[in-house]
């Protein structure tokens, strides 16, 4: 069964100090996996897409790293307009199925 | 500026009402879907839409109902089967509904009951 954990579940930081949020998966063949930032009321904004272990991207303080297992979202020094929910969501590769995970809210205090 | 356009934003069911969603587009997208947000549950799934006049089932259909007349537009009605209707709805668009292909979001209607 296609299962995505994300860590933690809400994570506070002071302005420049950098972390790290975590997406385990367990799907049938990866095809890809999504990263969207989500601010309050509005719909998930699109950031990385991931393909094969090994593979990173960046994005301004954002880089997203990818495993067999796991992916990441680095952030560096971040800044009070980061603060958002960050979603995963895999690609099943047998069904093309999104499997979201239930995100990280991420607060960045000045 | 192109998007996808919700409306309304916030909306109120009553017992036994049936309520209909709006999802418009600009961005000349082949596929477009609805997905139900809950608290402290993921994005899912409720159906989707790659070509006009035709549509498919998601994880949690059960409830609902869609209809693409135009390829601009993908109504979502929430009928009075749904006995769980509270929620965050999303609609979404992607150029033609292909696997890897990133999801552009409206900004939600959150829908209430009385």
């Known amino acids: 069964e296609d299962q995505v954990t994300q860590s933690p579940e809400a994570l506070r930081l002071q302005e420049g100090e950098s972390s790290s949020l975590n997406c385990s998966y367990t799907?049938?063949?990866?095809?890809?996996l999504f990263w969207y930032r989500q601010d309050p009321g509005k719909g998930p904004e699109f950031l990385f897409t991931?393909?094969?272990a090994g593979e990173e991207k960046e994005k301004e303080r954002l880089k997203a790293t990818l495993t067999k297992k796991e992916s990441f979202l680095h952030i560096t020094a971040p800044k009070p307009e980061d603060s958002a929910t960050y979603l995963c969501?895999?690609?099943?590769?047998?069904?093309?199925?999104?499997?979201f995970g239930t995100g990280t809210l991420l607060a960045v205090q000045p | 500026d192109g998007g996808i356009t919700q409306s309304p934003k916030y909306l109120f069911r009553k017992e036994g009402q049936n309520v209909t969603l709006s999802c418009e587009q600009n961005?000349?997208?082949?596929?477009m879907y609805w997905y139900r947000q809950d608290p402290g549950q993921g994005l899912r799934l409720i159906y989707y839409?790659?070509?006009?006049?035709?549509?498919q089932k998601g994880d949690i259909a059960e409830g609902y109902s869609v209809s693409r007349e135009k390829k601009e537009s993908f109504p979502l009605t929430v009928t009075s089967a749904q006995k769980n209707p509270t929620a965050f709805y999303l609609c979404?668009?992607?150029?033609?509904?292909?696997?890897?292909?990133?999801?552009?979001f409206g900004s939600g209607t959150q829908l209430s009951v009385l």
């Open positions: 979404a668009s992607s150029i033609q509904g292909a696997a890897n292909e990133k999801l552009f």
């Open positions: 799907v049938s063949g990866l095809r890809g």
């Open positions: 991931l393909y094969s």
């Open positions: 969501a895999p690609q099943d590769g047998a069904t093309n199925k999104l499997i």
């Open positions: 961005l000349n997208h082949d596929a």
């Open positions: 839409s790659q070509i006009v006049n035709d549509f």
